[in-house]
């Protein structure tokens, strides 16, 4: 069979997931999983780590994909692939949480990230990195909901930088593992933020 | 954390891709606070705006083109202006539906990297910029250009110069090199140009070539074949994500050349009577 690109929007749900707008959050530190192995940037990241699932007009589901909350106030990144269809959304939390997604803040199409604000308060946050810095060859972990699996977690490498031309926009290739749902799940790297 | 995770190569081995956060970041500074509806593209897609209704028969190609034409006429695809005789195409083929209510059209250019033609290319143009140069030898050269890219794997592809070869990092010209080719598609909707694809073919990993039928844009899942004798194509947009994709559109049609514009009126007179 010919190999073909496959862009991992999020698979049909078979359950009809019910939007809850409880904002239950406990705390709100801020998930910093530098320098630590991999069950602990698991254990660490799983609070902040979420499935978004896309409903149409009459409520039903018909998407699912991974996000991560960045700030209290719940704003979620993920591929913008993963809401682009659907005209409502909820966000859960591994926990059994739900919160209604109140709509987009911004999103940028072509690069395929979006930025989503989930409907609560004091939710637990992933700090960013520097992606600038990342080198080939580094260890990775990826985190997300494949198949709705939620916060499955699978290492590899950082393969290559691609770029195709100079200026371009540049993709990190990986050797970890993704699959359909886990669009938009976070990426971390261990080699460099465990000196 | 530094990124994204978003694709993945189906059939290659651990060949998936993130995006990095860096990214992320730069939207997150952007964004307006001012929240927005969320995109629904699965609803928007059909609320477009119907085709005006006029005669019978392949109408639709017809109403392309004209939106075409009126782009063309207006130098739409053409560089240099006034003070030149003519004007040279910035595409090189505009591309027609086959479905009769279309009002959509696209046009491409496509780029690869051929060692001789770069080569060939240098040698052609030091000569045409001395004027001692001997014609016939410019010209022998000239076709050795164009046998080269009508004889490429696919004939309606621009080689780079050497020049503009180098204009791409050493990675890059790597990848080139590897057989990589580019196609920028333009998309236009009733005259607007709505959507610009970038397709790729001779995609290589691990010395294995993977887009090896058709062009591919990985980004918005669409697949591009095309016929190179008779230049028709067929556009397949998937939509999904599971284990298989599923066919959102596909479209047939005709590509044609795009013609150079004159800035020169016809050397005729209006008969009188």
Same mark, same amino acid.
């Given at each position: 069979m010919k190999t073909r690109f496959l862009m991992c929007i999020a698979q049909l749900m078979s359950v009809l997931v019910v939007a809850s707008t409880s904002a239950n959050a406990q705390s709100a530190p801020t998930i910093k999983p530098q320098g630590k192995d991999i069950p602990t940037i698991a254990k660490a990241a799983s609070g902040s780590i979420v499935s978004i699932v896309m409903s149409d007009k009459d409520g039903k589901p018909i998407a699912q994909g991974t996000g991560f909350i960045v700030s209290k106030d719940g704003l979620v990144v993920t591929n913008y692939h993963v809401i682009a269809e659907g005209s409502s959304a909820v966000v859960k939390l591994p926990d059994g949480a739900f919160y209604a997604v109140d709509g987009v803040l911004a999103f940028d199409k072509v690069r395929d990230v979006a930025i989503i604000?989930?409907?609560?308060?004091?939710?637990?946050?992933?700090?960013?990195g520097n992606s600038d810095r990342v080198q080939v060859g580094e260890e990775v972990v990826a985190i997300?909901?494949?198949?709705?699996?939620?916060?499955?977690v699978s290492n590899g490498i950082v393969s290559g930088i691609r770029a195709v031309k100079e200026d371009s926009d540049k993709y990190l290739q990986i050797t970890a593992p993704i699959s359909p749902g886990s669009s938009g799940g976070p990426l971390f790297n261990i080699t460099r933020l465990a000196k | 954390m530094i990124g994204i995770? *978003?694709?993945?190569?189906?059939g290659g081995e651990n060949l998936n891709f993130a995006i990095p956060i860096n990214d992320a970041k730069r939207l997150l500074r952007t964004n307006s606070s001012r929240l927005q509806n969320l995109p629904d593209e699965l609803d928007t897609a059909h609320t477009g705006e119907s085709p005006s209704t006029e005669g019978e028969g392949p109408r639709a190609t017809s109403i392309a083109r004209r939106y075409y034409q009126q782009l063309f006429d207006a130098g739409a695809f053409s560089s240099g202006g006034k003070g030149y005789l003519w004007t040279a195409p910035t595409v090189d083929y505009v591309c027609f539906s086959d479905e009769p209510d279309s009002d959509t059209f696209f046009t491409f250019v496509a780029h690869g990297y051929d060692q001789e033609y770069a080569e060939v290319y240098a040698k052609w143009f030091k000569l045409v910029t001395d004027s001692s140069s001997d014609f016939q030898e410019v010209e022998k050269y000239y076709r050795r250009m164009q046998t080269i890219e009508r004889t490429a794997d696919y004939p309606y592809l621009h080689f780079f110069s050497a020049?503009?070869?180098n204009e791409y990092t050493s990675a890059a010209q790597k990848v080139w090199r590897d057989g990589i080719r580019s196609l920028m598609a333009h998309v236009y909707e009733k005259g607007v140009k709505v959507a610009s694809r970038m397709y790729h073919a001779g995609y290589k990993f691990d010395f294995k070539t993977v887009f090896e039928?058709?062009?591919?844009d990985s980004h918005e899942l669409s697949k591009l074949s !095309?016929? /190179?004798?008779?230049?028709?194509?067929?556009? *397949?947009?998937?939509?999904g994500g599971e284990a298989d994709w599923? !066919?959102?559109?596909?479209?047939?049609?005709?590509?044609?050349?795009v013609?150079?514009?004159?800035?020169?009126? %016809?050397? *005729?007179? /209006?008969?009188? %009577?």
């Open positions: 604000k989930a409907h609560g308060q004091n939710f637990r946050i992933l700090a960013l997300g909901n494949p198949l709705s699996l939620e916060s499955t | 995770t *978003t694709l993945h190569l189906k020049d503009e070869f039928d058709a062009w591919w !095309i016929e /190179p004798s008779k230049m028709r194509y067929v556009r *397949t947009d998937y939509r599923r !066919i959102e559109t596909s479209q047939a049609g005709h590509c044609e050349k013609a150079r514009r004159s800035n020169v009126a %016809p050397c *005729t007179s /209006p008969s009188g %009577p």
